[in-house]
């Protein structure tokens, strides 16, 4: 079994060392993860410049572009064969909700997922990388009850997984969820350079607005694992008849163009 772990925070950072620790006597794991903290990109991949990969002193590889691009190249060429697992993680605070859209973390396992392999997001809640032992652990429980039921290496499926900031005993049982939703972001937070130039910086994560009982949030608030399949088709299939509705409609009141 082949374990590719990568993640946003960087190699360096304690929930990727925990995450490999975890796992590096369940399966033949490989480390490529991002040189620096990539929080936020997504599913971004480096198009206009070079990239580099880099072996670092423990045996991780570290490459300077986003968690796409570590996963991207690892698949591509840089292992020289297909893992059975993509694992990104341990993020250092939540991606629930409409955190998916923007995670890094969660955009290293769409990499793969996108390249026909298996593939878990795990985020702790909180940030301070407080309990990471334990969210190890239970990242450890969950990718071992996966290869049991003989899931790793077959089709491909996204998960993912939030874990709350708590002594391992104390964790409850892991609920499948669906995703929550937030409030828009706060403001944009200006300031101004020692030239005198405006600088912006991206507002916070807004508050909470959908945390219902069969969220994510609402799972994790509860002290509970929560559980997330994803896709990546974003097409509003509930609407697609009204669009063609409306796009027939605007299509007749539209003047005829002459040649």
Known sequence: MKILISNDDGYQAPGIVALYE????????????PELNNSAKSNALSLHGPLYVTR?????????????DCVHIALTGLLGYRPDLVVSGINNGANMGDDTIYSGTVGAAM???LFGVPAIAFSQVEKGWHHI???AAK??????QMMRQ????????????NIPNLPLE??????????GRRHAAEPVITQTSPRGETMYWIGSAGAVKDDAEGTDFHATVQGHVSLTPLKTDLTDHDYLSYWAQTAASIGRNLPAVRA
């Not at 990242?139 to 071992?144: D, G, H, I, S, W």
């Open 22 to 33: 975890a796992l590096k006597d369940v399966a033949e794991v490989e480390v490529v993860a």
């Open 139 to 144: 990242a450890r429980e969950l990718v071992l």
């Open 111 to 113: 990499e793969g997922y």
């Open 170 to 179: 104390l964790i409850k049982p892991m609920k499948v969820c669906r995703l």
């Open 150 to 161: 003989q899931l790793v290496g077959t089709n491909p499926w996204l998960l993912n997984v």
């Open 56 to 68: 670092a002193a423990n045996g991780f590889r570290y490459i300077n572009g986003t968690p796409a």
């Open 133 to 135: 032992d334990a969210a």
